[in-house]
């Protein structure tokens, strides 16, 4: 009996190699880029480290499936380098000798994509699952809001075009008074003692007869 029970221990890893293959249908390779990331800070990969990256895996799986089932041995890392690269793959919890399609994998991943990242002080771009886009950056929030950006541009507007009203009303009444002025000098210069010097030219002279035949009488001296 002791015997069986070693044997199913010893054919457990063999098993879990077997459905975790380098360039796999539902197989990963995953690229961790630490001491590029970190600098002095970075941390040694080890098994803890691996084993909290399949804990990771496991709650997205959890996490996007609605399934409590996916524990740490539903993932499998093989083909692990120095440089810290590996591949893994899931098995399904009901059935460990089946894998996880990937497909599901990849969305599992995505939906808890800033959570896996944050676990290992890493992004996008220092932990990458090979065939897996990078996540979009969230849009930059202004400072201000935007209702608050769009009044301040209709006040300015606003208050330009009250601007431009006040001026050229002024210079247009300015305008009006130089006018005015010309104008009075104008009349100012006509008239003289109250008697326009225009009607007076425009008079002939009147002849009194009293004096009439004075002028004759000394034409005819």
């Known amino acids: 009996m002791l015997a069986r029970v070693l044997l199913a221990l010893s054919l ?4 879990a190699l077997a459905l975790c293959q380098p360039d796999g249908q539902d197989a990963y390779k995953v690229r961790l880029s630490i001491k590029t990331a970190l600098g002095a800070n970075a941390y040694e990969w080890n098994e803890s480290e691996q084993f909290l990256f399949r804990a990771t895996l496991a709650f997205a799986m959890r996490k996007y499936t609605g399934q409590e089932t996916f524990n740490v041995s539903s ?3 093989c083909d692990e380098t120095p440089r810290v690269s590996f591949w893994f793959v899931v098995t399904n919890p009901n059935d460990t000798a089946t894998l996880i399609p990937k497909n599901a994998v990849e969305e599992a991943i995505r939906l808890s994509r800033n959570r896996i990242n944050s676990a290992f002080l890493l992004s996008d771009k220092t932990l990458q699952f090979l065939g897996i886009p990078p996540t979009l950056a969230p849009p930059s ?6 209702w608050l ?7 300015g507007i606003v ?3 009250i601007l431009a009203l006040i001026i050229s009303g002024f210079i247009q009444r300015k305008k009006k008074d130089l006018e005015d002025e010309d104008e009075e000098e104008k009349q100012e210069g006509i008239m003289e003692n109250g008697i326009s010097c225009e009607t007076l030219e425009g008079k002939e002279g009147v002849n009194n ?13």
């Open 209 to 221: 007869g009293a004096y009439s035949h004075d002028e004759d009488r000394l034409t005819q001296l």
């Open 12 to 15: 457990v890893p063999a098993l």
């Open 141 to 146: 929030q202004p400072s201000l809001p935007v």
């Open 75 to 77: 993932v499998i890392v």
């Open 159 to 161: 208050t330009t075009g």
């Open 149 to 155: 950006i769009v009044f301040g541009v209709v006040m």
